[in-house]
C-alpha cells in the first residue's frame, strides 16, 4: 500500500457497527461489563474507540508494532522518560526541542536521570558520550532551527552494539517522509500538534514502539501516569492525517521555491534548509527520508532586521509552532529558544538575526512575495 492510500485505509477504516466510514467519537469514560472482567474496554484512560484507531492508524503509518496517543508531544516524551529510572544516563542531540531540553535538564535531573547533549550528526560525539550506566540516545532529525541531519543508520548501529534504546523524535518529518523504525530506531514520537493534526486546532503527541514488551512498557505508563488524549482530539488528528500527504506535498513544493528565492539573495546572510544542495546534511537526508520538509531558517543579519522582517509579512503569521495550514514566522532567540543562553545559542549557531519559518499551503507564489516585501522594506 503507497503511504497516500495508507493515510486513508491504515489502521482501523471506518466503524464495524454502523458502517460509518469515519470513525465515530467515542465520547464515553467507561463500558458495560457482560459479567466481571468480561469486556473489550474497560475504562477510557486505560483505552477508547476512537484513540484506538488513532493509535492504530500511527503504528502502521510509522511502520511499528504499536502506536500510542497522549495529550501532548511532551506528555509521550515524558512516557518515554519514564522508561528510565535513577542513575540511568541518556545521549541527547544538542539542538533538542526547547521543552525536550527542560524537561531532560529539569524534571529528570531531580529525579537523578542524567542527560549529555552532544552534536548527534557526529557519530564519533555519540560514540565519546556513552558510559557504562548509558540506556539510550535520543535524537532530532532534522533540528530545530539549524535543520541539522543526523544519520539514523549509525545511531543504530551504535545503540545495537551499546544494548541501547533508539528513540527518535520525528515531529519535523512526520511519517508521510520518513520511518526511523525501518532504519532500527526503538521508538519513534511525535508533537502532533503540528504536521500530524496540521490546522493549528489540537494539542497531541504520538508515539510508536517496534516491540511486543515496549508496547506492554508504554501500555503501563500511558495508563498508569493518564495523560491519554481524548476522544474529540484523536477523531481531530484521524482526520488530519487523512491530507497529510497532501499537505506535505504542497508545503515542500513551496519550501523549495522559498529556499532558492532566499539562497538567491544578497541580503540573507545564510540559508538552513536540508533541500539545498549546500545544506550539510542534504545527501543523507535524501537517503533516509523521501521528502525534505517546510522548515527554512535563515539569517538576515541582524536582531533588528529580524524584527522587521517578522513585522512585515502578511501571510507569515507571527507565531511559535509549526507544521500548519497558515505560514509561520519566528525569531527562535527570541522566541522558541530564548531560554537557552545567549553564548550557548550562539555556540549552537542560533544567532540573533536567524529567522525561522514553517511554510504553509497558501499559494507559493503569494508566499514568496509577502517574503520579498519583507526583505525589501527591512533593508539594514
Ligand atoms: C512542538 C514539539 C514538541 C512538543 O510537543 P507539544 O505537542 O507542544 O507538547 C516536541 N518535539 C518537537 C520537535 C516539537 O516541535
Known amino acids: 500500500m503507497q503511504k497516500k492510500t495508507q493515510l486513508i485505509h491504515g489502521g482501523i477504516f471506518g466503524d464495524e457497527t454502523t458502517g460509518a466510514v469515519s470513525t465515530p467519537i467515542y465520547q464515553v469514560s467507561t463500558y458495560k461489563q457482560d459479567g466481571v472482567g468480561n469486556f473489550t474496554y474497560e475504562y477510557s484512560r486505560t483505552g477508547n474507540p476512537t484513540r484506538t484507531a488513532l493509535e492504530a492508524l500511527i503504528a502502521d503509518l510509522e511502520g511499528g508494532h504499536a ?12 512516557a518515554v522518560t519514564q522508561l528510565f529510572k535513577s542513575g540511568d544516563h541518556l545521549v541527547i542531540t544538542d539542538d533538542v526541542y526547547g521543552g525536550t531540553y527542560r524537561l531532560l535538564t529539569s524534571i529528570l535531573q531531580r529525579m537523578n536521570i542524567e542527560v549529555t547533549f552532544v552534536d548527534t550528526s557526529n557519530a564519533a560525539l555519540v560514540r565519546a558520550a556513552i558510559r557504562e550506566n548509558t540506556k539510550a540516545i535520543y535524537i532530532e532529525t532534522p533540528t530545530n532551527p539549524l535543520l541539522k541531519v543526523t544519520n539514523l543508520q549509525e545511531m543504530k548501529e551504535i545503540a545495537a552494539s551499546h544494548d541501547l534504546l533508539f528513540v527518535v523524535d520525528n515531529t519535523f518529518s512526520t511519517p508521510y517522509f520518513q520511518n526511523p523504525i525501518a532504519l532500527g530506531a526503538d521508538i519513534v514520537l511525535h508533537s502532533a500538534t503540528k504536521y500530524i493534526g496540521g490546522h493549528s486546532d489540537v494539542v497531541a503527541g504520538l508515539l510508536v514502539v517496534n516491540s511486543e514488551q515496549l508496547k506492554k512498557d508504554i501500555h503501563f505508563i500511558q495508563n498508569s501516569v493518564g495523560a491519554v488524549l481524548g476522544p474529540q482530539d484523536s477523531w481531530l488528528l484521524i482526520r488530519g492525517i487523512k491530507t497529510l500527504g497532501l499537505r506535505m506535498d504542497q508545503t515542500e513544493k513551496s519550501t523549495k521555491a522559498l529556499a532558492s528565492f532566499l539562497n538567491e ?3 540573507v546572510v545564510s540559508v538552513y534548509y536540508p533541500g539545498l544542495h549546500t545544506h550539510p546534511g542534504h ?8 521528502g525534505f520538509g517546510g522548515m527554512i531558517s535563515f539569517d538576515v543579519g541582524s536582531k533588528e532586521r529580524a524584527e522587521q522582517v517578522v513585522k512585515q509579512t502578511r501571510y507569515f503569521t507571527l507565531a511559535e509552532s509549526l507544521g500548519a495550514v497558515e505560514s509561520l514566522i519566528s525569531i527562535p532567540a527570541q522566541m522558541t529558544h530564548a531560554s537557552i543562553p545567549r553564548e550557548r545559542r550562539l555556540e549552537l ?17 503569494d508566499l514568496i512575495a509577502d517574503l520579498r516585501q519583507a526583505l525589501d522594506g527591512s533593508m539594514s
Do not use: W
Open 67 to 78: 502506536g500510542f496517543a497522549f495529550a501532548s508531544g511532551m506528555a509521550a516524551i515524558s
Open 349 to 365: 549557531g542560533i544567532t540573533d538575526g536567524l529567522v525561522r519559518i514553517s511554510v504553509g499551503i497558501e499559494d507559493t507564489d
Open 283 to 290: 545527501e543523507l537526508h535524501q537517503k533516509q527520508a523521501t
Open 265 to 267: 539573495r544578497s541580503d
